[in-house]
């Protein structure tokens, strides 16, 4: 039982260069989320989906767009990569109240 | 959701109890407090959660004031594995459940 799985796990982009994040849950969960990490900074909401079909934007989307391509997946993609979006990104899960957390994927733009 | 405020860091004698505080005093009715808590650059790990009433579970204990405007996260026992950023969250439940992180408190257990 794998959890929340992200790939890659790390990457380097040039800026203006595209990339989408992996995500894959194996819990059956409804809800998934995307999460940014800045160093010595809390987790920020990017975009979520409720349930498959449906996504939201978060507190910080801009730059970013997803796609809930099914239950199991929720994928995030940087279409014109910039320096700002260096982070740590992390994915998630839910059923109910409880967030499972992926390992995150180290992104660095330069 | 209501704001949270936690103190930055913390230190812990390993076996002692870590009583971790938060102060939410803008709390709504139907927001739960939520404790996560990340291990260096892992992902965040749930911990408990609870909405008036005191809970325990195997990893902790969580105290809520009566009035809801603060609460206490215990570790009975800390060891060094619990050193970490503790995030203390206050959210309504939903479909969807939002999180928002705040910076944490860094607890440190020392030998």
């Known amino acids: 039982n794998a959890g929340v799985t992200q790939t890659p796990k790390f990457q380097v982009l040039k800026t203006g260069q595209s990339m989408t994040l992996q995500c894959a849950q194996d819990m059956n969960h409804n809800s998934m989320y995307w999460y940014r990490q800045d160093p010595g900074m809390g987790l920020r909401l990017i975009y979520y989906s409720a349930s498959e079909g449906t996504t939201d934007k978060g507190e910080v989307p801009n730059g970013y767009n997803v796609s809930r391509l099914n239950k199991r997946e929720f994928s995030l993609r940087l279409e014109s990569a910039a320096p700002s979006q260096t982070s740590v990104y992390f994915c998630a899960s839910s059923e109910g109240v409880i967030q499972y957390f992926g390992a995150g994927t180290r992104l660095s733009v330069l | 959701d209501a704001k949270t405020t936690q103190p930055p860091s913390m230190d812990c004698a390993e076996g002692r109890a870590a009583n971790l505080p938060c102060n939410h005093s803008?709390?709504?009715?139907?927001?739960?407090v939520y404790w996560y808590r990340q291990i260096h650059s892992q992902g965040p790990q749930y911990i408990i959660h609870?909405?008036?009433n005191n809970e325990t579970n195997e990893m902790a204990s969580l105290i809520i004031t009566e009035d809801r405007k603060s609460s206490t996260l215990i570790l009975p026992h800390a060891t060094l594995r619990d050193t970490a950023v503790y995030y203390c969250?206050?959210?309504?439940?939903?479909?969807?459940?939002?999180?928002?992180f705040g910076t944490g408190t860094r607890l440190q257990v020392t030998l």
């Open positions: 609870g909405l008036k």
């Open positions: 803008t709390i709504s009715g139907n927001e739960y």
């Open positions: 969250i206050a959210s309504p439940t939903g479909t969807a459940s939002k999180l928002t």
